[in-house]
């Protein structure tokens, strides 16, 4: 089967092989490599497209699935967790026949990199700011993980590299992974007991409200790559206050949040996303054009 028109309706990161690959299968491809600045934008851009290639960036609402009814495949450039986080309308879609389907694990490896390459720096000072007087070590430090997923689980083993232990926190408890290195406990617990807690949710999922900061306390380390954070702004702000404590993030963490959130003190950020690196590219790109051909 060959598509009509495939639309990369935004800057997906796809790279140039794949392009030339994606012409095999349709008889008009239309580049994109920026975003739209709005709904409208992205309705122009996919008029007559039977498929549509997008990142997590632009929504692909109802709107714009009605505007263009020759879509039969959105394929979405990037992690796709649940329906409740994707930009795209996956129930409306399905209800018009259209197949949606988004990857997996693909950025994990570079993600993991930044969170113990930049725990380093500010345990060590090598940066702006030194988590405490002295230089510390990772080794014998806990480190609590929410959401032992992937990269949860990615960075647990990490961790287990530099002497840390792990507890960990999920809706889901992971029995077959614990060991003695890496254990369970309840939210509240996990947050009381580890001096560092990395979150790794479904986009829009917020799990530190101001009794989870309390139960976290001072002297600690948040760490949050998920796409937008996951905690509440207010309850963060007057955590975040208090100068013993620190924020570690990058550009996908900060999300919609970016303007206040890298203007703050002791927030260590970073305009890059981190685990949008060469070797994630092009295991994107792969499974990107997997999908595409699974649906043929």
Aim: charged share 25%.
């Amino acid at each position: 089967m060959t598509y009509k028109k495939i639309v990369n309706l935004d800057q997906t990161g796809l790279e140039p092989w794949a392009y030339e690959e994606l012409k095999k299968y349709c008889e008009e491809l239309v580049m994109n490599d920026s975003d739209p600045v709005d709904e409208q934008e992205a309705i122009v851009r996919a008029s007559g497209a039977d498929v549509l290639l997008v990142s997590w960036r632009t929504p692909v609402t109802r709107a714009v699935i009605d505007a263009c009814p020759e879509i039969k495949y959105i394929g979405m450039c990037c992690s796709l967790y649940d329906e409740k986080s994707a930009n795209v309308d996956i129930a409306y879609a399905r209800s018009k026949g259209i197949k949606v389907l988004g990857v997996r694990d693909y950025g994990d490896e570079g993600l993991v990199e930044f969170i113990i390459s930049e725990l380093i720096r500010l345990l060590h000072g090598f940066g702006a700011y030194q988590f405490s007087e002295k230089q510390e070590e990772l080794t014998g430090k806990t480190l609590g993980i929410i959401g032992l997923g992937t990269t949860g689980y990615m960075l647990a083993e990490r961790a287990r590299a530099f002497g840390m232990k792990v507890v960990y926190y999920s809706r889901t408890r992971k029995e077959h992974l614990e060991s003695d290195w890496l254990s369970f406990r309840p939210l509240h617990e996990m947050l009381s007991e580890a001096q560092m807690v990395s979150t790794h949710l479904p986009k829009f999922t917020e799990v530190m409200d101001n009794e989870a900061f309390e139960a976290f306390g001072n002297g600690k380390i948040l760490i949050n790559t998920s796409l937008e954070p996951t905690f509440e702004l207010d309850a963060f702000e007057q955590w975040i206050a208090r100068p013993s404590n620190f924020l570690i993030t990058d550009r996908g963490g900060l999300g919609s949040k970016a303007d206040i959130l890298s203007s703050m003190d002791r927030v260590i950020t970073t305009q890059k996303v981190s685990g949008f690196t060469r070797q994630a590219e092009g295991r994107l790109s792969q499974k990107v054009l997997d999908n595409l051909k699974s649906t043929r």
